[in-house]
């Protein structure tokens, strides 16, 4: 919770505007309080998880479960397979359109 008594007194001694936004490291709460001419107000609003790619602010439900990304990183995330032959050659699989081994060989 941010120390918004502190800043209420600020306010108080100084007349001075005070805004600030805040938001909970865990996603549970985010606000903002205000102090202008000797009335403060502060409006808690349920908070909202984070992209763990981007840091985009979106609600539970459009995040992926896996993987805790917004739809946009879940697309321009890579996919691949790496297999491992018996000789030791490594092998990554692309997706649909080709394979490249670590030598830096294309098979189409």
């Excluded at 609600?59 to 990183?73: H, I, N, V």
Aim: proline share 6%; glycine share 10%; with cysteine.
């Amino acid at each position: 919770m941010p120390n918004n008594e502190l800043l209420e007194r600020l306010h108080k001694i100084t007349g001075w505007i005070v805004s600030n936004d805040y938001e909970e490291e865990q996603p549970e709460y985010e606000g903002s309080f205000r102090c202008e001419g000797g009335r403060c107000t502060d409006e808690t609003r349920p908070g909202r998880p984070r992209c763990s790619n981007c840091e985009k602010r979106l609600p539970y439900e459009e995040l992926d479960d896996d993987w805790g990304e917004c739809p946009a990183c879940i697309e321009k995330r890579g996919w691949y397979i790496v297999t491992l032959e018996p000789d030791g050659a490594a092998i990554i699989n692309c997706g649909e359109t080709k394979t490249v081994d670590l030598r830096g060989d294309v098979v189409l």
